[in-house]
């Protein structure tokens, strides 16, 4: 059974910095793509940023480049989303998700596998 687990969620300022994690089991973390999604309510999922299956590929949204970086170790089977410089609107629930994929995805239709989510809430 293949989870995914995401933790790192929770209140900042403005400003400040979270790292989110994603610990995976019951797959081959090392074949998978990553990616980071967030959601708001009422709002379609929207892509934050994805890695390839040995890290040399990464690919963010607009709204978080420059800011956000992710990263991967797959001795740990985790992913990381290291959030800097965050802002109000980044308050959203955060999901990690993996795809069976060798290129960086950024849809949601090409996820296999989700996290249950951890939420990040920016205060101004």
């Known amino acids: 059974q293949v989870q995914l687990v995401e933790s790192g969620g929770g209140l900042v300022q403005a400003g400040g910095s979270l790292r989110l994690s994603c610990a995976a089991s019951?797959?081959?973390?090392?074949?998978?793509?990553m990616g980071w999604f967030r959601q708001a309510p009422g709002k379609e999922r929207e892509f934050v940023a994805g890695i390839s299956w040995s890290g040399d590929r990464t690919y963010y949204a607009d709204s978080v480049k420059g800011r956000f970086t992710i990263s991967r170790d797959n001795a740990k089977n985790t992913v990381y989303l290291q959030m800097n410089s965050l802002r109000p609107e980044d308050t959203v629930v955060y999901y990690c998700?993996?795809?069976?994929?060798?290129?960086?995805?950024?849809?949601?239709?090409?996820?296999?596998?989700w996290g249950q989510g951890t939420r990040v809430t920016v205060s101004s």
């Open positions: 019951g797959l081959t973390f090392s074949s998978y793509t």
């Open positions: 998700a993996a795809a069976s994929s060798r290129y960086v995805e950024t849809t949601t239709r090409q996820y296999d596998y």
